[in-house]
């Protein structure tokens, strides 16, 4: 049972250099997202997406593109990496609940990315 | 805007002391609150929730109620162990798509 499944783990990337994040779910899940988490910051939501073809900003989307072509993948994609966006990304999805928001998220194991 | 507060770490305790992690909350209309625990190099995994007021969560032993008068959802545990070692996060899901996380408290339990 694979879940959310994200890659790569790790990556060091140049300022300025371009890369994509992938996530993939098995779980027939509608709703997925993206978060970064800094220290002391907790998690902050970049990108969401209810279902294939639509997506939407969350809190922190500046520098950050996302699309939803599948009910399975939702990628994303750092155009020009700035060291600002070091840190650690987390993909999570969760089933639409009938258009309520009571259900838990299930979370990869995340994504640690270092802009130099 | 709706947001989560939870107390600084970390916490340092030892085994078999007792738990407390504050959390509350601000939002407009009824809101699921929920903790997740995450294990060091792991991401997330949900521990507990409660969908409404005077809900309580249990899991694990660790318990939390959802307070509307107090906008409180503090986590607790009578006796933890050595591998409850993590960090904590409170967590607010109103009627829209967002889930709001705290900032995360760290916890050690020395043996």
């Known amino acids: 049972n694979a879940g959310v499944t994200q890659t790569p783990k790790f990556q060091v990337l140049k300022t300025g250099q371009s890369m994509t994040l992938q996530c993939a779910q098995d779980?027939?899940?509608?709703?997925m997202s993206w978060y970064r988490q800094d220290p002391g910051m907790g998690l902050r939501l970049i990108h969401y997406?209810?279902?294939?073809?639509?997506?939407d900003q969350g809190e922190v989307p500046n520098g950050y593109n996302v699309s939803r072509s599948t009910t399975e993948d939702f990628p994303l994609r750092l155009l020009s990496a700035a060291p600002s966006q070091t840190s650690v990304y987390f993909c999570a999805s969760r089933s639409s609940g009938g258009g309520t928001n009571t259900g838990e998220l299930f979370f990869g194991e995340g994504s640690r990315l270092t802009v130099l | 805007g709706d947001s989560v507060t939870q107390m600084e770490g970390p916490v340092t305790l030892s085994e078999e002391a007792f738990l407390t992690i504050n959390c509350t909350y601000t939002?407009?209309?009824?809101?699921?609150l929920f903790w997740y625990v995450q294990y060091p190099g792991e991401g997330l995994q949900l521990l507990l929730k409660a969908t409404k007021a005077d809900d309580k969560g249990s899991n694990k032993g660790f318990e939390a109620t959802y307070r509307k008068e107090t906008t409180s959802f503090h986590l607790e545990k009578g006796s933890v162990q050595v591998s409850d070692s993590a960090v904590y996060f409170c967590a607010l899901a109103t009627g829209g798509f967002k889930t709001i996380f705290g900032a995360g408290t760290r916890l050690f339990v020395k043996a």
């Open positions: 779980m027939n899940h509608e709703y």
């Open positions: 939002a407009t209309g009824y809101p699921s």
């Open positions: 997406s209810v279902g294939a073809g639509i997506t």
